[in-house]
């Protein structure tokens, strides 16, 4: 440790205050040390290599706090998103009020699950926040999404973890995203890494033009003890060059369970303890031999709330012998359980596969890993893990801030071979070199990132940036030969999706996005996921817009759901296709027999031979019941060893393509587009765009279903909890409520004795008492919309006081009836939107106002305004069709304002009417608000508008930028 500042540190004083002083001292691991000496506070770019447990977040906190005080803006980038989470909790505390001014808006946090700043508000530019906490995926989205800035020069970008740029399946995007940055520029980087190899670390940083900080030195050091048959090998990371062993022991054990016992039973100091498993079913396994039996009784108490599954029902017999899992199967509410009970110290053993190496901080004295290799299924074989691996799992224990010495890690060599493998653990300067993570394989995906995200406009410049990567410096230096084919595999690749409708190739050889190539080069999809999926919905439209509800029948949502998931799980992200391989996984545990006959739909289906390959059909089916409401401990019943986790996860990933898809299909219905410039697939095709037009906010609100695992009837339910601190309706509450016929609001506002008996008979378990949350529902959905209303025009007249704009909004608001249509004239006058009034004293019976919104058609809109507790229902909402055919516009898209709100049940019931949509008074005012920032284009908002279904604030796009 070092206990004093480098020369010529230039750390600001409020610096050194708030985040360098530890109860008023000067404390620095070696790796801190150095990077001030290296100048972290001169602004100097850096990558720092040092273990784990050496304090490198501090150094990239250093870096943004200098920043933020001069007026710069910065980037955290983590690998996953509970890692982000911690971030960004961290740095509310850290950040917001010494160095932000306790602006929530100014700190934001992006992942695949949302785009939300401090307040928990949805954010309309993330890119512009001053601190935004990412994963790389989500900010290369981002990016993408917005066009690449052509100079980020006031930007300090922070990359924990970049070790992450080597990982088989994600290290092409991480790369892809610094190889733009590296293009663009910043205005300081500082890359954190406790596993790359030396070698790596010299290229990598020569690669990225920053200075490199070797710190091998660990303050808190780790003791390894290897178990062989020969006896005990052991090292020390505090003298790295010795190795002491095999020395015999007495008793020598080779078996992980007889060492956890002994050490639970002989060194209480080096608890707690994890065991890393190197698969699920070991965790359970090793668990259930060191828990023995277990007399029945009360479980834990910890898991009330949240949905019977596998996983907790086995923790909540095992967290009362202070013994707990961490596994994939776990949901991420079941692991918070599990983490919050290691940092409140109530464990002293558990059995985890490496979602419990993921970079959070916990208080873990040792570790031993019941085995070191894991089955490799290309090559039928036992493979030892790298030495990364290794070292990032086994570096989770001795962390700085929590007590004890040292951490200690045991393994085992049960043969001689393995022992050769275990001594390579002992060399701790030694880990695997990063492989090429760019291939030609994705080239065409690539390319289209970069032509959409404008930062290349010709062939030679996407070849440049490609030929440029470090994967491209590795390939040349391992496989010359195959690198000199990249420029020709770029070539072939750039010309494969100017044939495909994606880019267009002018005269002149520059290269531009279409509308649907920009949409898939900012969905993520694969392009061959795109044209998979494109090419289904044109073939089957007509049996997938049969599905929708009609004014006189509900139609088939459960035929279409299972359509659109069976066609996304069998597209080229989940199964390989050309010799190209996957992006996503399906759960092995679906493979083996049949769960659904999916003959019923077979000729509806994007794979008839769908006995070939069972996992996509069983993964729609698993998902499909998830949606209609289906228990997670019922869908980890239908198959052997198919757990919550996996079932999660498995949602997530059909989520994001579903958004993509959604987002192609948006962009493909554009009627602004002409039809040349619509992609082959189409064209070839020539579906009726009107019909598939109904299709993309179904998608969404399937999504939606999805998300939450609830039927249609009820999912209006989950809006309440965005409006409550007090109270949140449970999953299983809001099945309850629908299965017994209160799903409507309407029948939840009932005062009758029968209605009260029903919701308190749902809330049996509530506390303090069931009535107390029965009279909060009731309630709370009588004042859902209004109290709505007021929390958004809260917000926004807050961000309209800078725009000149508050009066606007105000009005807005506040206004009914005849008032609501002068305050919605004023404001759009006000924004500059073109509108003509149609209904007078001289035409009775005419929609309301003819909009006209730059480089669009026209639009009709109708205002509705309910008081009190109203809301608009279908006649409302549909009225404006026949008032806008009677008037001569009877080709022209409609547009339903409802003020505050509209009745749940109408959304879905319109989308079989391709020229309506509605939308309510609050998600219009953000859309608005937006155009006001310059944040939204008025063809954004004409194609956000004429969608058919409901026009919501989360499906807005973010700010593009030139």
């Not at 078996?255 to 039973?265: N, Q, T």
């Not at 090559?379 to 989770?396: C, L, T, V």
């Amino acid at each position: 440790m070092k206990y004093e500042f480098p020369d010529n540190h230039c750390l600001t004083q409020n610096v050194i205050t708030k985040l360098s002083l530890f109860d008023g001292e000067v404390s620095f691991t070696d790796a801190q040390f150095g990077a001030l000496d290296c100048g972290v506070g001169r602004g100097e770019s850096l990558l720092v290599v040092s273990p784990t447990s050496t304090g490198k977040t501090l150094i990239g906190l250093w870096g943004i706090a200098q920043n933020l005080e001069r007026g710069a803006n910065a980037v955290y980038l983590v690998t996953h998103r509970a890692l982000a989470q911690q971030k960004m909790s961290d740095f509310r505390s850290q950040l917001l009020n010494d160095f932000l001014n306790g602006d929530h808006s100014s700190l934001v946090l992006a992942t695949g699950d949302s785009v939300k700043d401090a307040a928990g508000e949805n954010c309309a530019d993330p890119l512009g926040a001053r601190v935004l906490v990412a994963t790389y995926e989500k900010y290369l989205a981002l990016l993408s999404a917005s066009g690449i800035p052509s100079d980020m020069r006031n930007t300090v970008v922070v990359c924990d973890e970049i070790q992450i740029i080597a990982d088989e399946s994600r290290g092409q995007s991480v790369e892809v995203l610094l190889s733009l940055l590296r293009r663009v520029g910043w205005l300081q980087f500082i890359g954190l890494s406790a596993v790359l190899d030396t070698k790596d670390a010299r290229e990598l940083s020569d690669w990225l033009g920053v200075k490199l900080l070797l710190s091998p030195a660990r303050e808190k050091h780790i003791e390894y003890s290897c178990h062989t048959p020969s006896g005990l090998i052991t090292a020390n990371t505090g003298q790295p060059d010795l190795l002491i062993g095999p020395i015999q022991q007495t008793p020598n054990i080779l078996d992980a369970i007889a060492l956890v016992k002994h050490v639970v039973k002989h060194e209480p100091g080096s608890l707690p303890l994890i065991v890393f498993c190197m698969t699920v079913k070991d965790t359970y396994t090793l668990a259930e031999l060191l828990l023995g039996p277990i007399a029945p009784g009360q479980g834990s108490l910890d898991f009330d709330g949240l949905p019977a599954t596998f996983a907790n029902e086995f923790l909540s017999r095992s967290m009362g012998k202070r013994i707990a899992i961490h596994n994939a199967d776990l949901t991420d509410d079941e692991r918070g359980v599990v983490e919050a009970k290691l940092l409140s110290k109530d464990l002293d053993v558990v059995f985890a596969t490496t979602t419990l190496a993921a970079g959070v901080n916990f208080p873990l004295a040792s570790a031993i890993f019941s085995k070191f290799s894991r089955y490799n299924s290309p090559r039928k074989a036992y493979i030892p893990i790298d030495s990364a691996e290794f070292h990032n799992m086994a570096g989770r224990v001795g962390r700085m801030g929590y007590e004890g010495v040292s951490g200690k890690i045991f393994y085992f060599a049960k043969s001689q071979s393995e022992a050769i493998d275990a001594r390579k653990y002992l060399n701790f300067g030694s880990m695997p070199l990063i492989k090429a993570r760019i291939s030609p394989d994705r080239f065409n995906l690539l390319a289209l990132q970069l032509v959409s995200s404008g930062l290349c406009v010709t062939e030679g410049q996407v070849a440049e940036l490609i030929l440029g990567t470090f994967s491209a410096i590795r390939e040349l230096e391992k496989n010359p030969v195959a690198y000199q084919r990249w420029p020709d595999r770029i070539s072939l690749a750039v010309g494969e999706l100017v044939a495909q409708g994606y880019l267009l190739l002018s005269d002149s050889k520059q290269l531009s996005a279409t509308v649907v190539g920009k949409a898939v080069g900012l969905s993520g999809l694969t392009p061959e996921t795109s044209t998979y999926l494109l090419k289904y919905i044109c073939e089957k439209q007509d049996s997938l817009t049969s599905c929708l509800p009609k004014i006189d029948n509900l139609g088939d949502m459960d035929k279409l759901i299972f359509l659109l998931f069976s066609a996304a799980l069998n597209s080229p992200e989940f199964v390989p296709m050309n010799g190209k391989g996957v992006t996503r996984n399906l759960p092995w545990a679906l493979e083996k027999h049949p769960l659904f006959n999916a003959d019923i739909y077979k000729d509806s289906l994007a794979e008839t031979v769908w006995r070939a390959n069972l996992k996509p059909v069983n993964a729609a089916h698993i998902c499909s019941m998830w949606a209609k409401g289906a228990q997670l401990k019922d869908l980890e019943g239908l198959a052997p060893d198919l757990r919550a986790g996996a079932i999660r996860s498995l949602i997530r990933d059909l989520s994001w393509v579903l958004q993509g898809l959604a987002s192609i299909l948006t962009a493909v219905v554009d009627r602004r587009t002409p039809t040349e410039l619509l992609p082959s697939v189409i064209t070839d095709t020539m579906p009726d765009l009107r019909k598939l037009a109904r299709l993309p906010r179904v998608i969404r609100r399937v999504i939606m279903r999805l998300t939450f695992g609830l039927p249609d009837n009820v999912l209006w339910l989950m809006e309440l909890n965005a409006d409550s601190e007090k109270y949140k309706l449970q999953r299983e509450e809001i099945l309850a409520l629908g299965a017994a016929g209160y799903s409507s609001p309407q029948k939840l506002m009932l005062g009758s004795q029968e209605a009260d008996d029903c919701r308190k008979e749902v809330f049996i378990k509530a506390k303090p008492a069931p009535v107390v949350k029965a009279n909060w529902l009731r309630d709370a959905v009588r004042d859902w919309k209004t109290e709505s209303r007021k929390k958004a025009s809260k917000y926004h007249i807050k961000r309209a006081m800078n725009l000149d704009s508050v009066v606007y909004f105000k009005d807005y608001y506040e206004s009914l009836g005849d008032f609501f249509e002068l305050a919605f004239e004023r404001l759009l006058t006000h924004l500059g939107i073109n509108h003509t009034k149609l209904d007078s004293n001289k035409t009775t019976g005419a929609p309301d106002y003819l909009i006209s919104l730059e480089g669009s058609p026209h639009l009709i809109f109708e205002l509705k305004s309910k008081q009190g507790d109203k809301l608009v229902d279908y006649n409302d909402a549909t009225e404006i069709l026949s008032a806008s055919e009677i008037h001569g516009y009877k080709d022209t898209s409609c547009v339903t304002l409802c003020h505050p709100g509209v009745d749940p049940s109408v959304p879905l019931a319109i989308n079989s009417c391709t020229r309506l949509s509605v939308v309510e008074s609050h998600d219009l005012a953000e859309a608005l608000l937006r155009l006001r920032q310059g944040y939204l284009t008025q063809m954004q908002l004409w194609q956000w508008l004429t969608t058919p279904g409901q026009a919501v604030s989360d499906d807005l796009p973010f700010v593009e930028y030139d």
